[in-house]
């Protein structure tokens, strides 16, 4: 087996507010290989968008901090640098776009300056020519019609379909080994979320990239992810291929996530099938499994001791006792 | 029996600008709309972004002033009412909105919040009025202390169940949810669905059905309203829509719906381009600039919602080429 671009072990993300400590991430580990898309599906509130804040060294600081554990870039331990060579890992080697483009592209500056920010900082030697045909470059690559006229407008004067593509835009620049991409087609109509999620594909397909994807729409899932991990509560819950997941959902939440979708193959006006109850707080999380509160098949281990992620192969791994039975 | 009927409805809304600050356009953000909803059943209105959908729900409850039009309820045009006969008209008609943290007023408590309905219509003495809001609490889920609690303590599925309870508090006939589930993740989606189809069940109100994401939308109604920029490109019952879809748009917005199931991955991207502007759309059809079969009547007539020959006259369409169109 070759070495994984990216190895995440046993990682442990805390938050410390005026209500507690809140234990964000528990105990999560995963690897993606290059030119691999990674899946992150869960609802509101499970570590997701912690988790890729984690990888980054982006958690708003003073209250969020990892706590243990190790995120190796090619073996090297991204949460033991320094501020300083964390610089030169990010937008060089990876790379963030976020859902709503509008908060994360500064709305008094030009797309030429956002874009030629990111090229100066990651390549000083750039000439002021070379940068702005490498920008124009880029726009076109990413599908943006009359680049040269785009590069003079401010965010505000573009769609949120134009806004996501300049964020990939700006994201690609110093050609990333990895792209995090979180919920990046959440806010878009879904005409436009079908040409952005066919970009991403086609870029892939051109740089190698690896994509780590984090949504909570288990169609978008569907549609690139080559694995997927399932988060609830701060936990992997269930991680497998992209068709293994699919075909035999093992956790009790994952089958439960996928029943409760109304979808277009299914007879409509049918009562669907539900999760009971809500989430635990993360200051107050049970003992044991943190899903038991809401499963039908909890019993008595399940509200002392914490389930493994485990399973009969390397290709689908489930955090729950009770896996071989629910098998069949 | 046709509780709602809906002529003609336009909504225009002027745009201030220039120096001595005067009118320079207008916006047409319901540009000739007409449908009806017949009592106990569903109509959902299906759109992206900017469509008009939401304009159309506040100017049925008379929260905006229509341009021009004609609305009546159960035969009784309602589209200049005022004062105290709009007061008895929202009796009848209510509304649920899509982010329950705005909708429900953060000062006062639940028990407050579910009694105002009825001190506004003078229903009941005090005492009948509190064991009604025991009892709305009890129809929509939520335990009985909730009387004390504050909307901040609730989370967004229950507030959205506060908000059902509200809306149904005096037994209307028809009820607007506008986006009512787009906020909430799956598993609390599932459990809000359920429960407006239920209350539908018993209490035989009609509902219009305002949502962008067309799985949902298919789950709840009877009949179906396809938008694009403030028009009704189709109208149909809702399994000939999803069988049988002539509109280009709604072919295309049906298509790039991603489905839960990775073995049905989409190999093209069905639709190009962005919408346009609604403060310059293309005159005559909306959508020629991004339909593929688009033909040079298509940017000299606007075509009209009508039902093509030989099929079924409830299914209306405004294409030129509609029913001759081969799926691509």
Known sequence: ?328 | MEILKVEELKMHFPVYGGIFYRQIARVFAVDGVSFSIEAGKTLGLVGESGCGKSTIGRALLRLYEPTAGRISFEGKDITHLSGSSLRELRSDMQMIFQDPFESLNPRHTVGSILEEPFQIHRWGTPLERRQEVLRLLDRVGMPADSVHKYPHEFSGGQRQRIGIARAIALKPKLIICDEAVSALDVSIQSQILNLLVELQQEMGMAYLFIAHDLSVIRHVSDQIAVMYLGRIVEIAERDSLYKNPLHPYTQALIASIPVPDPRRRKTFTPLQGEVPSPLNPPPFCHFVERCAYAQAVCSQQTPQLSSIDGSDPSHRVACHFAGRLSHK
Request: aromatic letters at 4%.
């Open chain 1, 1 to 328: 087996m070759t070495e994984a671009l990216l190895e995440v072990k046993h990682l442990a993300t805390e938050f410390i507010t005026e209500q507690g400590v809140a234990r964000a991430l528990d105990d999560i580990s995963f690897h993606i290989n290059a030119g691999e898309t990674l899946g992150i599906v869960g609802e509101s509130g499970c570590g997701k968008s912690v988790t890729s804040l984690s990888i980054m060294r982006l958690l708003p600081r003073p209250a969020g901090s990892i706590v243990s554990g190790e995120v190796l870039l090619q073996g090297q331990d991204l949460t033991r640098l320094a501020p300083e060579e964390m610089h030169h890992i990010r937008g060089n080697r990876i790379a963030m776009i976020f859902q709503e483009p509008m908060t994360a592209l500064n709305p008094v500056y030009r797309v030429e300056r956002q874009l030629g920010e990111t090229l100066v900082l990651h390549n000083p030697q750039m000439s002021k020519d070379e940068i702005r045909a490498a920008s124009i470059r880029m726009l076109k690559r990413v599908g943006i019609p009359a680049p040269e006229r785009r590069m003079q407008e401010y965010p505000h004067q573009l769609s949120g379909g134009m806004r996501q593509r300049v964020m990939i835009a700006i994201a690609l620049l110093c050609e990333p080994e990895i792209l995090i991409a979180d919920e990046p087609t959440t806010a878009l109509d879904v005409t436009i979320q079908a040409q952005i999620l066919q970009l991403l594909k086609d870029l892939q397909q051109e740089t190698g990239m690896a994509i780590i994807f984090i949504t909570h729409d288990l169609g978008v899932i569907a549609e690139v992810c080559d694995r997927v991990l399932v988060m609830y509560s701060g936990r992997i819950i269930e991680q497998a291929e992209i068709h293994t997941l699919f075909d035999t959902p093992l956790h009790p939440y994952t089958r439960g996530l996928m029943n409760a979708i109304p979808r277009l193959d299914k007879p409509a006006k049918q009562v669907l099938s539900t999760i009971p109850g809500m989430v635990p707080s993360l200051f107050d999380t049970p003992p044991g499994c943190r899903f038991q509160n809401r499963c039908e098949y909890a019993q008595p281990q399940c509200r002392a001791t914490t389930p493994p992620l485990e399973g009969d192969s390397d290709q689908h791994q489930v955090r729950c006792f009770r896996f071989r039975e629910l098998m069949h």
